[in-house]
């Protein structure tokens, strides 16, 4: 019986060995997948960081590419499919130079570059990622790869970040010729001394011109129906006849829209919707003064903002205003008296309302191309004082929506367009520019200059992301 018990327990011990190294077999295996996958999301994880960065790198790039087409004619875009060094369109050097001397400056190019090298660095983690950028043609009917007629351009970005990932965007772009001076979309009504002046100093309405004082143009008044009045217009040194063109092709102002094309792409933004109302934010939405709490003024730098949450309206106040460009979920009133005529200060304003200007600046757009915004209506009344004829001096587009009012004196370098959209009342419950038997007015002593230099329109076709 002895030797029967210690034969069982020889059993016994042996199963127990076989279970105890399955389980650690088996614990084995499970950990051993654990860590697999564990090492498969990591690996994962990395990849989508490293090709989010990559995409953004070069969606900068379409960014960077864009900025400088629009400072190029539609006429010249031959030129920029032959600019670079081998004279070749969609070799990544397109834009490495400018088509023209004088559009840009070489800190401005984007370098040529390739799937190995070149282009413009410095971007990512650790500035090791790039971005270059190639253009050319769409080939329509007619057009060959370095001959453009319908301003219709591809251009491809791509870029490099950690890891060497890489993304790729493509953007179809339209252009369309140099803006005039001044574009009305409808009626206008002259009745100050306007001058018009530079290469493309042209003033058109797409409709009826009524000119009832006297206005004076570099090149010509045009309009999409008929000018009344026409014997008060003059031409170039406001003497002699001017020439007038009737009956002319209706000029499309560009529509933007103001929040989807401008939110959070400037250095500041002046709250006024909601729980934002009177509170300032930096351009990637950090909190930067709560002027709900301080007396409703913004005071930074000895520059002054007040908040009038009555007409949801920031009103710019004082001598003193930082470089920088501002985007009000409101209006904006410009009182102060800021800038030289020798040092202008370097600031955008764009609101989804309206923008009013009351005082005597001078200011040169730190935004590129726009120089004011407004997702409404722009009136313009700086007061002359003795001591200069200019109370508001600009290089950019100045753009409304809806209608612009000028008078006083100001000086405007750079296109005035009026989209003349839908005649409604801006953030706060007021119309400041409502239409006067359907004309827009423009009176005082006003000079608007564009020089031929100056790009025109650039229209987003399409966008996508190129896969491989």
């Keep these: 019986m002895k030797k029967e018990i210690l034969k069982a327990g020889r059993k016994d011990t042996g199963a127990a060995l076989v279970t105890a190294i399955f389980a650690i077999l088996l614990a084995t295996l499970i950990g051993t997948a654990l860590h697999y996958i564990a090492n498969i999301s990591m690996t994962v994880a990395i990849n989508e960081r490293d090709n989010t960065e990559a995409f953004y790198i070069a969606e900068a790039g379409i960014d960077h590419a864009v900025a400088l087409i629009r400072k190029v004619p539609k006429s010249k875009y031959n030129a920029v499919l032959t ?13 490495s130079v400018p088509p023209t001397a004088g559009l840009w400056t070489t800190a401005e190019s984007i370098p040529s570059g390739s799937a190995t090298s070149g282009g413009l660095t410095g971007f990512g983690s650790g500035g090791n990622g790039r971005y270059w950028v190639s253009v050319k043609n769409d080939t329509g009917t007619g057009e060959t790869s370095t001959t453009d007629s319908n301003g219709i351009l591809i251009i491809t970005s791509t870029g490099v970040g950690r890891n060497g990932a890489t993304a790729i965007i493509e953007t179809v772009i339209k252009g369309s010729s140099p803006l005039p001076a ?7 009504n002259v009745s100050g001394s306007v001058k018009i002046s530079g290469t493309n100093g042209i003033f058109h309405a797409n409709d009826t011109l009524n000119v009832s004082g006297s206005a004076c143009a570099e090149q010509y008044f045009s309009t999409s129906v008929n000018v009344i009045n026409p014997g008060n217009v003059k031409g170039s040194g406001c003497s002699g006849a001017g020439v007038i063109r009737s009956g002319q092709p209706i000029i499309d102002p560009p529509i933007y829209n103001i929040r989807n094309d401008f939110y959070g792409k400037t250095d500041y933004i002046l709250g006024a919707i909601g729980t934002k109302a009177g509170k300032v934010y930096t351009g990637a939405g950090v909190l930067v003064s709560d002027t709900t709490t301080g007396g409703n003024k913004w005071v930074k730098g000895g520059a002054v903002w007040i908040w009038d949450p009555t007409q949801k309206t920031w009103i710019q106040s004082g001598a003193t205003i930082l470089n920088a460009s501002y985007y009000s979920e409101g209006n904006i009133s410009i009182a102060g008296n800021f800038g030289t005529g020798t040092n202008p200060a370097r600031v955008s304003f764009i609101a989804e309302g309206c923008i009013y200007n009351a005082g005597k600046q001078y200011m040169a ?3 590129d191309g726009f120089a004011m915004v407004a997702g409404t209506d722009i009136k ?4 002359l004082t003795a001591v200069s004829v200019e109370d508001l001096e600009l290089d950019g587009i100045t753009y409304a929506l809806h209608q612009v009012d000028f008078s006083g004196t100001p000086t405007l370098r750079g296109s005035v367009i ?4 839908a005649d409604t009342v801006s953030p706060g419950g007021f119309n400041l520019v409502p239409l006067n038997s359907g004309y827009m007015k423009i009176t005082g002593n006003p000079t608007f200059i ?17 896969r491989r």
């Excluded at 313009?380 to 007061?383: A, D, E, I, M, T």
């Design 83 to 95: 600019a670079g060094a081998n004279a070749q369109p969609n070799t990544g050097d397109e834009l």
């Design 182 to 188: 001044v574009l009305i979309n409808g009626k206008a």
């Design 365 to 367: 757009p730190i935004y």
């Design 380 to 383: 313009l009344s700086g007061k």
């Design 418 to 421: 009026a989209a003349n959209q």
């Design 450 to 466: 564009v020089d031929g230099s100056i790009g025109g329109a650039v229209t987003n076709l399409s966008w996508r992301e190129v």
